[in-house]
């Protein structure tokens, strides 16, 4: 089963520019245009990745952040936002997104960014502990 992806942007046109590029790589995708809309989604249906824009009038990015960590700590995150400034992806980082992006992104680095972090963890060989 291809891994689940929710969408969070409350921006129409970039969030169907990134669903369509998404499931063309052969993803599930899911979509919402707010945070309000995203939390439901994710009660109703946990997803492997979460890509969420930081600033929306609603619920932001922040909080969708805080609320996975929460509540579905596994999900990996990739937080994007079209500000200036860096503060906004470096507070979602530092509240857990794994990855982040500002805006204007290149599809080529948003589909090997979700391809990282969606790609199985490898397994230490037999007797070995770790790194």
Do not use: F, I, M, N
């Given at each position: 089963m291809a891994p689940r992806i929710l969408v969070v942007e409350d921006d129409a046109a970039l969030r169907a520019v990134i669903c369509r590029?998404?499931?063309d790589a052969g993803y599930t995708?899911?979509?919402?245009a707010s945070g309000e809309e995203a939390l439901r989604t994710l009660r109703e249906?946990?997803?492997d990745l979460v890509i969420t824009d930081i600033i929306m009038p609603?619920?932001?990015?922040?909080e969708i952040i805080l609320w996975?960590?929460?509540f579905a700590p596994g999900t990996a995150i990739v937080a994007i936002s079209g500000y200036a400034d860096p503060l906004f992806l470096e507070n979602a980082a530092g509240l857990g997104a794994c990855r982040t992006l500002s805006k204007p992104f290149r599809l080529e680095e948003l589909l090997r960014?979700?391809?990282e972090l969606l790609a199985p963890s490898p397994l230490p060989a037999a007797g070995q502990t770790g790194p």
């Open positions: 590029a998404l499931v995708v899911h979509q919402a249906s946990p997803s609603d619920t932001d990015g922040l996975l960590r929460k960014t979700v391809a």
